[in-house]
T-cell receptor
Framework: EAQVTQNPRYLITVTGKKLTVTCSQN?????MSWYRQDPGLGLRQIYY???????DKGDVPEGYKVSRKEKRNFPLILESPSPNQTSLYFC??????????????FGQGTRLTVV | AQRVTQPEKLLSVFKGAPVELKCNYS??????LFWYVQYSRQRLQLLLR??SRESIKGFTADLNKGETSFHLKKPFAQEEDSAMYYC??????????FGAGTRLTVKP
């Protein structure tokens, strides 16, 4: 089944303790991205990746890192989490070829609480 | 700056009433336009895309390039339409930005 898988689904952590949220897709998509969803603010893009070893900042990259060492995986890293990073996070992927009207597929979300 | 505006954060209608969720975009070039929906406790999923010109679950959306709008419409809302709706223009490199979303509640 074609899908985007995030882990963990729920995470409670303490301020300053490094964490990684994994994202994996099995559709051979080139484009992957991370969003955070907050009430009243909608979905805001954190980072995106056009292809392996190509990543770029989205609208709210501060406090986050990503890597794209292989096509299928795009982990989100919080080196020193803070309470303002408490949010619902979504990973998404799409085919990524220019000039194609391609749909984005989303993971099931990771609810992160930083205390 | 590229911008997507969904002016209504909350929209409430009665079952059977028409509904329109507004979306205005500000982009250079000609983006592809999508509407995504998120039902309670589910992941976001594609509702429709303008290039397909299709009706999904009774919803349609018309692209108005002059007004840079892509409003989502349904003539008769159903309770199961209650969800969060996001308008999403996409660059031709598939970089996708989302509006703030509109939470639609359809009351019985």
């Amino acid at each position: 089944e074609a899908q985007v898988t995030q882990n963990p689904r729920y995470l409670i952590t303490v301020t300053g303790k490094k964490l990684t949220v994994t994202c994996s897709q099995n559709m051979n998509h080139e484009y992957m991205s991370w969003y955070r969803q907050d009430p009243g603010l909608g979905l805001r893009q954190i980072y995106y990746s056009m292809n392996v070893e190509v990543t770029d900042k989205g609208d709210v990259p501060e406090g986050y890192k990503v890597s794209r060492k292989e096509k299928r995986n795009f982990p989100l890293i919080l080196e020193s989490p803070s309470p303002n990073q408490t949010s619902l996070y979504f990973c998404a992927s799409s085919l990524g070829q220019a000039d194609l009207n391609t749909e984005a597929f989303f993971g099931q979300g990771t609810r992160l609480t930083v205390v | 700056a590229q911008r997507v505006t969904q002016p209504e954060k909350l929209l409430s209608v009665f079952k059977g009433a028409p509904v329109e969720l507004k979306c205005n975009y500000s982009y250079s070039g000609s983006p592809e336009l999508f509407w995504y929906v998120q039902y309670s406790r589910q992941r976001l999923q594609l509702l429709l895309r303008h290039i397909s010109r299709e009706s999904i679950k009774g919803f349609t959306a018309d692209l108005n390039k002059g007004e840079t709008s892509f409003h989502l419409k349904k003539p008769f809302a159903q309770e199961e339409d209650s969800a969060m709706y996001y308008c999403a223009p996409s660059y031709n490199n598939n970089d996708m930005r989302f509006g703030a979303g509109t939470r639609l509640t359809v009351k019985p």
